[in-house]
């Protein structure tokens, strides 16, 4: 029999890089609308009820979840030594036997059933349960102190050196495993600050109606601002609410919340912080602008929890969502929106979407899978949404073609016929563009894509000289 004292390890924050009450809320909450107010009546009745509701409510895939390997790896090494092991957490029982059962690193394990098992709590079972056993405690949180001060040792696995030192008074032996703090730069990722170029959509009216007033300009900038802090509040819901999706995926597994660089907790704070600010700042345009903001926000919430799963709607949902800011643009400066620059936008926007699901389908059908996650399509479905986005895109030109010729372009240019060469351009982008995701090149989000593409830049750079020759020559 090994003479190695118990190994007794946490579950949030310890070997695991999340929390699985945050987990198990917003896989429930990805499944069904109404589950912030389901989570609130079971919080009435106590937290251990809450954890316990929404652990039989969610779908969380265990082996997808962002685990602490380092942690992982000391479980491993003291089973290889022969040394006793324990999962004991304040989580659900439920997850935490599933948890138990994925990794196969523990004698037993225990988790919430009927007493939050945190702290004290803790404490208490663990000498009930354990007797005159000397046991090491594995924890990452203030709350592991009283857990620590009933132990033989201690293992911490955070990066905050005062609860370390607290560790190492009540055991001067106790060990550290190495824990990254969250990094500002994840946080300012979390925000999708390169998304904001689709904010810019805001000045499009004031440039179709060239209204450069200072006072006007002032307006615009403040509905970008607004538009922003909504859509980086938006970003994180969104994250939060497709984090199974996320992880499934190659790349955006990587994203702040999926891959556990910054807590759910955060981002459970962040969301409302931010819809906050940008709301109250809408407000402070005009109130036809905050309608609209709120508008936009109900759609993205809508289409985060539901409609980003129906096939053709999902896309039609993302072109009223881009047109909806040039819509805001224009409530916000007090700038009458036309209704070719309503078509135009409409179409173009139609067509992008359609081409964000066609690089998705592209990626699935590459990984062999047959059906993109967390959408309405199969692999199958590919040629139709080429055909859709292709043909949008062209239609698009057209309007913009038709628009040149009328009577409106004569009043705002001297010049119009420049415009034609818009068409062109814009022609030959869409095409590459089209050919680009065939290839399955295209990045997640074609508007990020047009961002960094230098061919793009090129051609975005064409189109305002067109459009300022047409204008003063």
């Given at each position: 029999m090994s003479s190695k004292p118990v190994l007794v390890v946490d579950l949030d924050g310890t070997l695991l890089k999340?929390?699985?009450?945050?987990?198990?809320?917003?896989?429930?909450?990805?499944?069904?609308?109404?589950?912030?107010?389901?989570?609130?009546?079971?919080?009435?009745?106590?937290?251990?009820?809450?954890?316990?509701?929404?652990?039989?409510?969610?779908?969380?895939?265990?082996?997808?979840?962002?685990?602490?390997?380092?942690?992982?790896?000391?479980?491993?090494?003291?089973?290889?030594?022969?040394?006793?092991?324990?999962?004991?957490?304040?989580?659900?029982?439920?997850?935490?036997?599933?948890?138990?059962?994925?990794l196969g690193l523990f004698d037993e394990a225990h988790g919430t059933n009927g007493e939050n098992l945190k702290g004290e709590a803790k404490a208490r079972f663990l000498r009930e349960h354990l007797g005159d056993t000397p046991?090491?405690?594995?924890?990452?949180?203030?709350?592991?102190?009283?857990?620590?001060?009933?132990?033989?040792?201690?293992?911490?696995?955070?990066?905050?050196?005062?609860?370390?030192?607290?560790?190492?008074?009540?055991?001067?032996?106790?060990h550290h495993i190495d824990a990254a703090a969250p990094r500002l730069r994840r946080y300012i990722d979390a925000l999708r600050p390169h998304q904001w170029l689709k904010n810019l959509l805001v000045l499009i009216p004031l440039l179709a109606g060239h209204r450069f007033e200072p006072a006007t300009l002032l307006l615009a900038l403040l509905a970008f601002a607004a538009f922003s802090l909504t859509a980086s509040g938006v970003y994180v819901l969104n994250d939060m609410l497709d984090l199974a999706s996320d992880r499934a995926h190659p790349r955006k597994r990587n994203r702040p919340f999926a891959s556990g660089d910054i807590p759910i907790a955060h981002g459970t704070a962040m969301a409302p912080v931010l819809l906050g600010a940008g709301l109250?700042?809408?407000?402070?345009?005009?109130?036809?602008?905050?309608?609209?903001?709120?508008?936009?926000?109900?759609?993205?919430?809508?289409y985060s929890l539901q409609l980003k799963r129906l096939v053709v709607i999902d896309i039609c949902v993302l072109a009223i969502l881009?047109?909806?800011?040039?819509?805001?643009?224009?409530?916000?400066?007090?700038?009458?929106?036309?209704?070719?620059?309503?078509?135009?936008?409409?179409?173009?926007?139609?067509?992008?979407?359609?081409?964000?699901?066609?690089?998705?389908?592209?990626?699935?059908r590459a990984s062999g899978k047959a059906m993109a996650h967390g959408r309405g399509y199969r692999a199958d479905d590919l040629v139709v949404?080429?055909?859709?986005?292709?043909?949008?895109?062209?239609?698009?030109?057209?309007?913009?073609?038709?628009?040149?010729?009328?009577?409106?372009?004569?009043?705002?240019?001297?010049?119009?016929?420049?415009?034609?060469?818009?068409?062109?351009?814009?022609?030959?982008?869409?095409?590459?563009?089209?050919?680009?995701?065939?290839?399955?090149?295209?990045?997640?989000?074609?508007?990020?894509?047009?961002?960094?593409?230098?061919?793009?830049?090129v051609c975005a750079l064409l189109i305002l000289g067109l459009a300022f020759a047409g204008a003063v020559l």
């Open positions: 999340s929390d699985m009450l945050y987990e198990t809320f917003w896989s429930a909450f990805s499944r069904d609308w109404k589950m912030p107010f389901v989570a609130t009546a079971a919080l009435m009745r106590g937290r251990a009820a809450l954890k316990t509701r929404m652990a039989d409510l969610s779908a969380v895939d265990i082996p997808a979840l962002p685990w602490n390997q380092d942690a992982r790896a000391y479980v491993e090494n003291w089973r290889a030594e022969g040394g006793r092991t324990a999962l004991v957490s304040a989580a659900d029982d439920g997850v935490v036997q599933e948890v138990a059962r994925y046991f090491i405690y594995m924890g990452d949180s203030t709350a592991d102190v009283a857990v620590w001060e009933a132990s033989s040792g201690a293992v911490t696995v955070t990066p905050d050196a005062g609860l370390r030192g607290r560790a190492t008074a009540l055991h001067a032996d106790a109250l700042l809408a407000l402070a345009v005009n109130p036809a602008f905050f309608v609209l903001l709120l508008v936009y926000f109900a759609i993205t919430m809508a881009y047109t909806l800011r040039i819509l805001a643009g224009g409530a916000a400066a007090g700038v009458p929106i036309s209704v070719w620059l309503l078509a135009f936008s409409v179409f173009l926007f139609f067509g992008l979407a359609a081409i964000k699901r066609q690089a998705e389908l592209e990626q699935a949404v080429q055909m859709l986005a292709v043909a949008s895109g062209f239609i698009a030109v057209l309007v913009m073609a038709l628009y040149v010729t009328s009577p409106k372009v004569s009043a705002l240019y001297s010049n119009p016929e420049m415009l034609l060469g818009v068409c062109l351009v814009l022609l030959y982008w869409f095409a590459r563009v089209a050919v680009i995701t065939h290839r399955g090149e295209m990045h997640d989000d074609p508007v990020v894509f047009a961002a960094r593409d230098r061919a793009s830049q």
